[in-house]
């Protein structure tokens, strides 16, 4: 009897199994429905898990770090793993690392650049993903919520969470010596060529111009939508402005004696901010990251107050205001599968992260002032926050419709060696244009 039962109860369970496996097989849907590995670790987490790549620190003091960690406190249903690739904020080494990861099959969530050329010669690779459509969603136009977005043929692929812009800054005390009030918007460059002859006394030069590409013509990052191109990609160094600059630069270093030679500077290998920190020139034009720079005394030890002016204006141009602004960006990897998720917390970055590391953001909606006076409340010796606030903050500020090319660095580098050799080699502005066009030409015709 215990036998026969033992036995009928065996196969009631053999049975149960068969049709259990039975239905398993014919409910497709069901079996679809079930949640992966991966979604059941983040349903019991409670939260989507997103990865945000970045060449800063990771380490409790790093401000990237804190803007990470509050955004995860703010945060129900998303956490934000934070992973940093390099720790000496290497840029250009992280963006090696990371293009590894990404052609070994590494999916990226978010992940963030030192510049806009880096981030879009990935774009141009398809692994950026295009923030139109998000914005779209949101009902927002980006140009009105941000001084700038990170395009590439009308699509939007990067966001900033930080900024900086184009300005003059002086040394108060040669200022003041010289007898010279701070500049005005509309100011133009024959009024700062100028001020460059007045400045320069007891020792030092009115003013100093770096070898990057920028400085081989200001004007043409400040006032054109991309500094050797036009809209059709064909060299623009027919404008006026590149014929006018070079013949600046010379003059002011031959006839004026208000600027440092340009073998000397090319010579010495100098910091861009070395020279206007140790005193040895007035005034510089320059980025904005020369405010926080100044409060590094260890490495540009220095007493003097830095007031701020706009960038000057072509003699020829009616705009004012016109200025150049550009940072690092933020961008979402085109094979995440958590990309709402990621633009939210790239949205959220630029709109908070200011409060962590005291950078002026890109995004339109804070209070500039504010801003400034706390984030410089302890330094006023060193930033006067009145011209600075009025300078960067001015409401007529504004930057030209611009575009950007993946191989803008190669065409910089072509300006930069024109440059050095009208400088040196005393050749004629036309002599080097004809050069400099002809090896845009080639670079635009191998991308395409």
Not at 17 to 30: E, F, I, K, P, R
Not at 58 to 80: F, G, L, R
Not at 123 to 144: M, Y
Not at 224 to 237: E, G, S
């Amino acid at each position: 009897m215990k036998k026969t039962s033992l036995l009928l109860i065996c196969m009631l369970m053999m049975l149960t199994v068969t049709a259990c496996g039975s239905n398993s097989g014919n409910n497709n849907a069901s079996a679809t429905n079930a949640p992966t590995n991966a979604e059941q670790k983040e349903q019991s987490a409670g939260k989507e898990k997103i990865k945000f790549y970045t060449f800063k620190a990771n380490k409790p003091d790093e401000p990237i770090y804190q803007a990470v960690q509050a955004y995860n406190e703010s945060q129900e249903k998303v956490e934000v793993e934070y992973v940093s690739l390099v720790q000496n904020s290497d840029s250009t080494d992280f963006m090696k690392k990371l293009d590894i990861l990404i052609s070994g099959g590494e999916v990226v969530d978010v992940f963030a650049t030192g510049n806009e050329e880096e981030l879009l010669e990935r774009a141009s690779r398809g692994v950026v993903e295009p923030l139109n459509s998000f914005f779209d969603k949101e009902g927002i136009k980006p140009e009105d919520e941000y001084n700038k977005v990170i395009k590439l043929d009308d699509k939007i692929y990067g966001l900033m969470p930080s900024s900086t812009q184009w300005l003059t800054v002086f040394n108060r005390d040669h200022l003041e010596k010289a007898g010279l009030k701070l500049p005005e918007m509309g100011w133009t460059w024959d009024d700062f060529r100028n001020y460059a002859k007045k400045l320069t006394m007891d020792g030092h030069y009115g003013t100093y111009f770096h070898t990057w590409g920028e400085y081989a013509n200001i004007i043409a990052y400040t006032e054109r939508p991309n500094p050797q191109l036009d809209a059709n990609l064909n060299p623009i160094f027919d404008d006026p402005s590149f014929k006018y600059f070079f013949e600046l630069r010379r003059a002011m270093e031959k006839e004026d004696k208000s600027v440092e030679p340009y073998a000397d500077v090319l010579a010495s290998n100098y910091h861009v901010l070395q020279q206007f920190f140790a005193g040895n020139a007035s005034m510089l034009v320059v980025p904005s990251y020369v405010v926080r720079a100044g409060l590094n005394l260890e490495k540009f030890p220095h007493e003097f107050q830095m007031v701020y002016a706009p960038v000057p204006r072509s003699v020829d141009s009616t705009e004012v205001g016109m200025t150049n602004i550009s940072g690092g960006g933020m961008a979402i990897g085109a094979k995440s599968e958590h990309k709402q998720a990621a633009y939210d917390f790239v949205r959220w970055m630029t709109k908070e992260s200011s409060k962590y590391t005291h950078e002026i953001p890109a995004y339109k909606g804070v209070d500039g002032t504010a801003l400034i006076n706390e984030f410089f409340k302890e330094n006023k010796n060193l930033i006067d926050t009145e011209s600075l606030s009025e300078t960067l903050f001015d409401s007529r500020n504004k930057v030209p419709n611009t575009f950007s090319v993946p191989y803008g660095s190669e065409l910089k580098t072509i300006v930069e060696n024109s440059l050095a050799s009208y400088m040196l080699d005393n050749r004629s502005f036309d002599e080097v244009k004809t050069e400099m066009t002809d090896e845009v030409k080639k670079v635009v015709e191998a991308n395409k």
